[in-house]
């Protein structure tokens, strides 16, 4: 076993299913240009599997998920937060699977497509950017708090092309407070998208037994 292989399965396997080409060459001692030839071969042993460059995965760990990709997403840049759909799902608000993972950035980036998962971005404008934490079950992403993401959603089924228009069955866990909701609807500066969204507010909390 070469040293950047050892370090694969010794070191970075017990931390993360997923790691960069920088972190192994750092912890191996060696060039960024030999860490990515050793791990181009381990790739085409079917060992390791390319997120993206200079993006790692290891097939068949037990944390590996799309989501496990997220936090790596944003290396050097503004982040983002798991939110709309995907946030709503996670949870516990409705049951149906999202086939990709949304997440909300200040910045616009292209949709991503990789082995591991699909990813689209929605921005949003800074006033906007929040409410978000560690995942309960998984630290190593952040994710919309339940209000947050309900919100996220309706702000976005309210901005141009209505995305979000047509929700799913939505259940609000215990403890959900529509005043947060509301807070949020407040932050909007654009007075036609703050007057869409507190309708389609007002139409949901209507449906559902909310603790304002």
Known sequence: MNRVAQIIWTELFPLSPVFTTAEVAERAGVALSNASRD?????????????????????????LSPYAVVPHLFAGEQGGYV????????????????????????????????????????????????GHGPYRRSGNFEIATPEKALFDTLYFSARKGRRFAALPEIEVPAGFSGSEVERWIERIGHAPVRTAVAQRWADLASRVSLDT
Request: glycine share 6%.
């Open 39 to 63: 791990l181009a071969e381990l790739e085409k042993r079917r060992m390791l599997v390319r997120v993206r460059r200079g993006l790692w995965t290891i097939p068949g760990h037990p944390d």
């Open 83 to 130: 939110s709309l759909l995907s946030a709503l799902n996670l949870q516990g608000m409705m049951e149906q699977i999202p086939r990709v993972v949304q997440i909300v950035t200040t910045v616009q980036r292209p949709k991503l497509q990789t082995r591991v998962g699909t990813y689209e971005f929605y921005r949003i404008a800074p006033e906007l950017f929040g």
